[in-house]
């Protein structure tokens, strides 16, 4: 690991000029590739204090052995010199787009004697006008099927278009009049290309030229009485419209844009593109990448921006650009894509309207595709055999971890301190078997404690079911085991039914023992103190057949037990990933059962603690009376004409709102003023704010 001041340059070396930099690590692979307005304000951040900056920053300059950079004269030389460095030499620490030149394009090869559509994939070729991507190739045979009963252009490969020349004889589709023939010279090489103009005409959104043209002639057709010809110009009308509404209008103004994207979480982000012309979507395109280095939603936009419009010019860049957020500094981005396309382009946020609708619609499957890109990693069986096998190498252990336990701390301030634990058996989430704790064993704020109290009274629970079954030897039972540290106060999901168990696994009742099954790794989430505090609570349960380790969030390290240094697995290694979701689902859950307790907490009532009282009956005596302060003066008998309240319950709840403190006197925080009207009594919601436990027609006026 490498020292950033052994090659931080000297202050006066760095030009203050635009200009684009390389960091090299020791065997001169370029591992980061950056830009900067200013090269000198730019350099100076990544050489600052190794405490102040962001875990992956920091990940990055101790890589590195070098730096150099190359000035220029603007922000957009800068952009493109960036764009294309990213290009030659793949920098690890850069975000990494995957290529998405395998989505399928509508090609019409206009470079050649007779112009051909097809689908094509790869780099694309000049002379050839393309239109897309498609999601599929089927959608473009679809649509160019439908357009060759109109537009009858050469569809065939270069051997087929040879072997029909040579012949004389077309190809089928030249005898169902779904190729003009050039090939035998039905049509002559000028009106064939000029065939083929027309069909990109229709697919650049141009449509309604031929179709007015096909009606007026489909009425000269009738009139004349030429009533077959009229028929097949209302067939081709039909087709044409029949294409057009596969791709329906989303914008009315006849808009060409193309609308970015972006879902993200801190590992990944899925990036969805649509693309308009003439006011329809005419293609979409997607792809998901690791966040590699600390970078924003505008900086994403950014390099979405330069992997779409890097190699394209014209048309290909839209007039108008639409973003999620906006790079910063804008300018240089607007320029570049201006100058790429050879006009003024818009780059811009939407606010309101149809381009705001659609914007959340290209936002939806961003977020799905993400959610999609998760579940077929996480559910491919051979990924997770691999996952599994990577950390039992990591983490040297002889077997792959088939089940392994996540648990995570939660709290607010020190209050409602919690603790999750998640199970994951084979690399799946089993959720019958989560479990949560509340932490007993002292008040306040301290996650390597509480750590400690949720590993001890799992693994006691653990070793009393054991004895129970019998397993120990006489005399063998581990210090710890016995005596009553294991009490359960988690609660068990059943969201997903559990296998089939065996008897020695269940209860008298025939119901699964909560913590039957030992794990073979337990993770916690945290870093070295909160794995020491597991590796010790095993310990002292007399515990050694069960692998303990941390992942700490920052770096996304891995530390195990007694070991000053962490365990670093590649950023692509499915092990991580797998930990990382283990750990995600661990924090979810824990975070989940925390908000739970505290709004119940906020929302508690007197009235929660009297027995046989449920909410109906509660509800309907708020309702009768208005407030819990009228409830507290009332008689006996005045409860008892409550519906369904009899009297002995009656007198339980007298009892419970003579034993509970009255409720502290409403105050107007705006002239301290004590408001001593008759208003429902409130208890205080989960986001602070007042909550009236009264019936919603009788809340008066404790808000001004």
Request: proline share 6%.
């Given at each position: 690991?490498?020292?950033?001041s052994?090659?931080?340059?000297q202050?006066?070396q ?18 980061y ?9 730019r350099?100076?951040?990544?050489f ?6 962001h ?5 990055m300059v ?6 150099e ?11 493109q ?19 998405d ?10 470079n ?6 097809q689908?094509?994939r ?9 239109f ?14 439908l ?12 051997g ?18 779904k ?9 002559s090489?000028?009106?064939h ?6 069909f ?22 009738a ?7 009229a ?12 294409a057009m509404?596969?791709?329906?209008v ?7 844009a ?23 979507v ?16 505008g ?13 394209e010019?014209g048309?290909a860049v ?13 300018e ?31 936002e ?8 999609l890109?998760k ?17 039992a ?6 077997s ?7 648990y ?26 989560y479990r ?39 005399g063998?039972i ?11 106060d ?6 997903v ?27 916690v ?35 195990v037990?007694g ?10 290694s499915?092990?991580l ?10 924090h979810?859950?824990a ?6 307790k505290?709004s119940?907490?906020f929302?508690?009532s ?9 909410d ?13 302060k ?6 006996i ?7 369904g ?6 007198e ?17 925080t705006a002239?301290?003023e ?31």
């Open positions: 690991m490498a020292d950033p052994s090659y931080r340059p202050p006066g760095i030009p203050d000029s635009p200009g684009v930099y390389r960091f090299r690590d020791e065997h001169r692979r370029v591992i590739v950056g830009k900067a307005k200013s090269l000198r304000q350099l100076a951040n990544y600052q204090d190794l405490a102040g900056l875990p992956r920053t920091r990940s101790t890589t590195a052995a070098s730096v950079w190359t000035v220029v004269s603007t922000e957009v030389e800068a952009l010199l960036e764009y294309s460095w990213i290009k030659e030499y793949d920098p690890r620490f850069n975000v990494k787009y995957r290529d030149k395998s989505y399928p394009y509508l090609a019409v090869t206009m050649e004697e007779y112009p051909r559509v689908v094509m790869g780099h694309k070729k000049k002379g050839v006008r393309y897309g991507p498609y999601a599929h190739a089927w959608a473009i045979r679809d649509t160019v099927d357009l060759l009963r109109v537009f009858p252009v050469r569809t065939c490969s270069a087929v278009f040879k072997n029909a020349r040579r012949t004389g004889r077309p190809c089928l589709l030249g005898y169902i009049g190729c003009s023939a050039p090939c035998v010279d039905r049509i090489t000028e009106d290309r000029e065939l083929a103009d027309e990109c005409d229709f697919m650049a959104g141009r449509t309604s030229t031929y179709l007015r043209r096909l009606e007026r002639q489909m009425r000269e057709a009139e004349a009485m030429e009533y077959e010809r028929a097949r110009l209302r067939d081709d009308i039909g087709a044409l419209r029949k509404e596969k791709n329906a989303v914008l009315a103004d006849a808009t060409d193309d609308l970015i994207a972006v879902a993200e979480d801190e590992l990944e982000a899925a990036v969805q593109i649509f693309h308009v012309r003439g006011g329809r005419r293609g979409q395109r997607g792809w998901v990448t690791d966040k590699v280095e600390e970078i924003t939603t900086a994403l936009v950014e390099h979405a921006l330069q992997q779409l419009y890097g190699e010019t048309d839209p007039k108008e650009v639409l973003v999620p957020a906006l790079p910063d500094p804008v240089p981005v607007q320029e570049w894509l201006s100058g790429r396309r050879g006009a003024q382009v818009s780059l811009r946020v939407p606010q309101r309207g149809d381009k705001r609708d659609l914007m959340e619609t290209v939806r499957n961003a977020q799905q595709a993400l959610v890109h579940t077929k990693r996480a559910s491919d069986l051979t990924t997770r055999s691999r996952a599994l096998e990577e950390i190498d990591a983490l040297g252990l002889d792959a971890p088939l089940r392994i336990e996540c995570d701390i939660s709290h607010l301030q020190g209050d409602d301190v919690v603790a999750s634990m998640v199970v994951f058996e084979d690399g799946l989430a089993r959720k019958s078997e949560r704790f509340q932490i007993k064993g002292f008040e306040g704020q301290d996650d390597v404690r509480s750590m400690h109290e949720v590993i001890t009274r799992r693994f006691k629970r653990y070793l009393a079911e054991k004895e129970r079954m019998g397993e120990w030897a006489d063998d581990p210090d710890g085991a016995a005596g009553d540290g294991a009490d359960d988690s609660d068990r999901l059943t969201e039914s559990s296998p089939p168990l065996s008897d020695s696994l269940k209860d008298e009742d025939g119901r699964p023992k909560r913590f039957a099954y030992p794990p073979q790794l337990v993770v989430d945290g870093g070295q103190p909160q794995v020491a505090a597991a590796q010790r609570a095993l310990d002292e349960l007399g515990i050694d057949d069960i692998a303990v380790c941390g992942l700490a969030k920052r770096l996304e390290e891995v530390w037990p070991e000053d240094d962490p365990v670093v697995l590649p950023r692509t499915e092990g990933y797998l930990l990382q979701r283990i750990r995600d689902e661990a979810r859950f975070i989940t059962y925390q908000r739970t505290r119940k907490r929302r508690s007197p009235l929660d603690d009297v027995p046989g009282l449920g109906t009956r509660r509800q309907a005596l708020i309702k009768h009376f208005g407030s819990l009228r409830l507290r003066s009332a008689t008998d005045q409860i008892c004409e409550v519906p309240i009899g009297r002995k319950t009656a339980t709840i007298a009892v419970a709102l003579a034993q509970a403190a009255p409720a502290a006197p409403a105050v107007n002239t301290g004590i408001m001593e009207d008759e208003a429902p009594e409130s208890t205080t919601g989960a986001s602070g704010e007042s909550v009236s436990a009264g019936a919603p027609d009788e809340r008066r006026g404790q808000e001004r």
